[in-house]
Nanobody, 124 residues
Framework: VQLQASGGGLVQAGGSLRLSCAGSGRTFNSYAVGWFRQAPGKEREFLVV????????YYADSVKGRFAISRDKVKNTVSLQMNSLIPEDTAVYYCAADDIFTRFISGGSGIKYWGEGTLVTVSS
């Protein structure tokens, strides 16, 4: 499975961005897919995960109510809609895939597949 994240950029505080994670490989749609971010000088932070079927999600408190994850099994993509962005959301955002849902919630250790990051910068 290969993952490609895109959609990052510069946005003003209060604005929105939509990130996309495109997956290749026949098994992509059988994996849970999640998003993490890492800000300069900080540890990687779990944000959200969606299960393989798309009917179960789990959000970190820091983004609950502002971010929304969804997946399109026809297009093999997982999207992250980010609203009400704040400067503290500035980070490199990564998508990841694994067949164990709880690996995402526990911080990402052991996750099988990672995409290249996409930079999100929120200006004040």
């Amino acid at each position: 499975v290969q993952l490609q994240a895109s959609g990052g950029g510069l946005v003003q505080a209060g604005g929105s961005l939509r990130l996309s994670c495109a997956g290749s490989g026949r098994t992509f749609n059988s994996y849970a897919v999640g998003w993490f971010r890492q800000a300069p000088g900080k540890e990687r932070e779990f944000l959200v995960v969606i299960n393989w079927s798309g009917d179960s999600t789990y959000y970190a408190d820091s983004v609950k109510g502002r971010f929304a994850i969804s997946r399109d099994k026809v297009k093999n993509t997982v999207s992250l809609q980010m609203n009400s962005l704040i400067p503290e959301d500035t980070a490199v955002y990564y998508c990841a895939a694994d067949d164990i849902f709880t690996r995402f919630i526990s911080g990402g250790s052991g996750i099988k597949y990672w995409g290249e990051g996409t930079l999100v910068t929120v200006s004040s």
